[in-house]
């Protein structure tokens, strides 16, 4: 059996920030949520074994790479610690967990840091859009979309509705006014302080305006600055650094179960793949099965809640299936029953989500295992599930090129 995995605790940056504006780079990002981090866990830089960084595109958006060895710079107990970046879109930020969970589990080290970060706001929105774009398959996919992802998930909605009948406009307006409203409890949203009107969630055109084909602006997630960092830990080095602190290794937080696919890069081949499927999106579901089944469970009841990638209202409504929260093409029903409102049998996105809390798309996977560790603690303040013993994550990158899932539990 692999070495267990623990989750000590972490930080993230305040997704509202705009770091440009401010007069500060990407390293500054980086250290200050490092350091938050270590001083949220009492850890030192010293502690730190080996460091993971995951990072989509900081080449395009600031020119920087090597962002290992960045944080090499940061501390000088941080030097000779051996780093690596990760990458795959939205998803680089569980890729980097995935590979540092991967050295635990092996015994190379017992003490990791998984460090996500993305530097998005320095560029206007349309730079921005076309710097995302390298997630699709340059020259071959949505060469005419003035948005490629917002034009990507308006196929999805285009898909699910050719396969399982019309999706109605309402239950995405819903699915975003809920990770909104989710969000507004949030410190750390980048939207907390929005305001909106019952209209904004609808097919107004003035109060919601169209962005690509039937997504609409309030469908969307954000474009955000930031950075998120967890501390795993081997089952010998969290039970002394529970310990140490008066606290027992049921008060840590532990990666039960973890779920990886890869599905071929464009969506066109990804739909092809489906036709004779069961879902729209066979890898997503055998991703989440996956995770379920190392963790011992099998069914999306037995989690208290979800985290799940809501770079769109649909993408939501995609995963909520793919949960298997409801049968294929049914998604609508557990927004209209409120299975997935706060309160309801099982919540998604208590912390906002990428429309909510917001999205730097390589911290993204990261700020979701904080947020699931968080739930499992008690820690999540006016985001907390009452009672939350377990929790489900789905990050994917692309038009879910990269898919991971994870299940938090109880140490």
């Known amino acids: 059996m692999p070495e267990p995995v623990y989750i000590l605790g972490g930080a993230q940056s305040d997704f509202a920030r705009n770091w440009s504006r401010e007069g500060l780079g990407i390293d500054a990002m980086m250290r200050e949520v490092l350091f938050e981090g270590l001083e949220n866990t009492r850890l030192e830089p010293r502690d730190l074994q080996s460091v993971h960084v995951g990072n989509f595109v900081a080449e395009l958006f600031c020119g920087q790479g090597q962002l290992g060895g960045m944080i090499a710079s940061l501390h000088p107990d941080l030097s000779g610690v051996p780093t690596q970046r990760h990458e795959a879109a939205c998803a ?24 996500g970060v993305e530097y998005m706001r320095n560029v206007p929105g349309q730079r921005a859009a076309e710097h995302l774009g390298a997630a699709a ?38 699915i975003a006014r809920i990770n909104y409203a989710n969000g507004k409890r949030n410190p ?28 609409r602006r309030n469908d969307c997630g954000q474009v955000t600055d930031g950075a998120a ?18 606290l027992e290794l049921s008060d840590l937080a532990k990666i039960d179960g973890w779920g990886h696919r890869t599905a071929p890069m464009m969506l066109s081949e990804k739909l092809a793949e489906s036709r004779n499927d069961r879902f729209v999106l066979p890898h997503v579901n055998k991703a989440i099965r ?82 699931g560790y968080k739930q499992v603690t008690g820690r999540a303040g006016d985001c907390q599930v009452e009672g939350a013993e377990r929790v489900g994550l789905l990050n994917i990158g ?12 109880r140490g």
């Open 290 to 371: 996956e995770s379920f089944a190392r963790a011992g469970i099998d069914s999306p009841f037995q989690l208290d809640a979800i985290e799940t990638h809501d770079c769109f209202a649909m993408t939501e409504y995609a995963a909520i299936d793919s949960f298997e929260i409801t049968a294929p093409g049914e998604s609508w029903k557990a927004v209209e029953e409120g299975v997935i409102a706060p309160g309801g049998r099982l919540p998604i996105n208590p912390s906002g989500g990428l429309i909510g809390l917001g999205h730097p798309v390589g911290a993204t996977g990261v700020r979701m295992m904080l947020d």
């Open 92 to 115: 680089s930020g569980s890729m980097a967990m995935l590979a540092a969970a991967a050295e635990i589990e092996a015994g190379r080290y017992d003490l990791v840091a998984v460090l």
């Open 398 to 409: 692309g038009s879910t090129t990269t898919i991971a899932a994870f299940v938090v539990g």
């Open 137 to 174: 398959w340059a020259g071959r996919e949505w060469q005419d979309a003035t948005y490629v992802w917002p034009a990507a998930f308006a196929d999805l909605i285009e898909a699910y509705s050719e396969k399982f009948g019309h999706v109605d406009y309402a239950h995405l307006g819903e």
């Open 229 to 246: 960092v967890v501390f795993l830990a081997s089952a010998s080095r969290a039970a002394e650094y529970a310990k140490a602190r008066g």
């Open 188 to 215: 750390y949203a980048q939207t907390r302080k929005w305001d909106f009107t019952d209209r904004s969630f609808t097919e107004d055109d003035a109060a919601n305006p169209v962005i690509e084909g039937r997504v």
